[in-house]
């Protein structure tokens, strides 16, 4: 069975100040890991999709690696708009379509 | 290019009841799944359907149960409502299904509250 998970479960953060996220993940046989962005009480957003180990994306402010057991979204320099929750799922060759998301991380930026 | 809608927005029933969740597709997009998530935690995998047909099932009890239309829009059936069925529920649609991963673009959900 695959399973996520997501650390920390709530991150503080001051304006400028970067941080990392973490996805640890199990899967048999990983086809794609993904990140997604949710606002209160919205659907995620899509950010990105990783295939493969030493796999980097860059989205503004915003960077995700992957590694073979993790993978990070790196914030640099964020600001108060970057507050929200953070999701990490993967998608397993024995799990069909299903996505399996972690339980996210709860960002807050401070001015 | 329209992206996933979800109707209703918000909804209460009683225990017991019964109720139906609308989704439509992504333009382009032929796959829809649906997803619960509680309060707090990451969406969960109800079912996807791809071609009218039920394409992969997540541990949910058959009380959960769906559709695909001919214009890839999908509904979402819940029977017997029970209290901790209580959660947003997300559709999302994708262009592909099977093989190689593929993203999937979520729709702002229908919030759901059972009393």
């Known amino acids: 069975e695959d399973q996520v998970t997501q650390s920390p479960e709530a991150l503080r953060l001051q304006e400028g100040e970067s941080s990392s996220l973490n996805c640890s993940y199990t899967v048999s046989g990983l086809r794609g890991l993904f990140w997604y962005r949710q606002d209160p009480g919205k659907g995620p957003e899509f950010l990105f999709t990783l295939y493969s180990a030493g796999e980097e994306k860059e989205k503004e402010r915003l960077k995700a690696t992957l590694t073979k057991k993790e993978s990070f979204l790196h914030i640099t320099a964020p600001k108060p708009e970057d507050s929200a929750t953070y999701l990490c799922a993967v998608q397993g060759n024995n799990a069909g379509n299903m996505l399996t998301f972690g339980g996210g991380t709860r960002l807050m930026v401070k001015p | 290019e329209t992206g996933v809608t979800q109707s209703p927005t918000h909804l209460i029933k009683t225990r017991g009841q019964q109720v139906t969740l609308r989704c439509s597709s992504q333009s382009g997009h032929n796959t829809v799944s649906w997803y619960q998530q509680a309060l707090g935690q990451g969406p969960q995998f109800i079912f996807q359907?791809?071609?009218?047909?039920?394409?992969g099932r997540g541990n949910f009890p058959p009380r959960f149960s769906g559709l695909q239309f001919p214009n890839y829009s999908s509904e979402l059936n819940v029977n017997a409502l029970e209290l901790d069925d209580s959660a947003l529920y997300l559709c999302?649609?994708?262009?592909?299904?099977?093989?190689?991963?593929?993203?999937?673009?979520f729709g702002p959900g229908t919030r759901l509250t059972v009393t």
């Open positions: 359907y791809y071609r009218e047909e039920e394409n």
């Open positions: 999302a649609s994708s262009p592909l299904a099977g093989g190689e991963a593929y993203e999937q673009y």
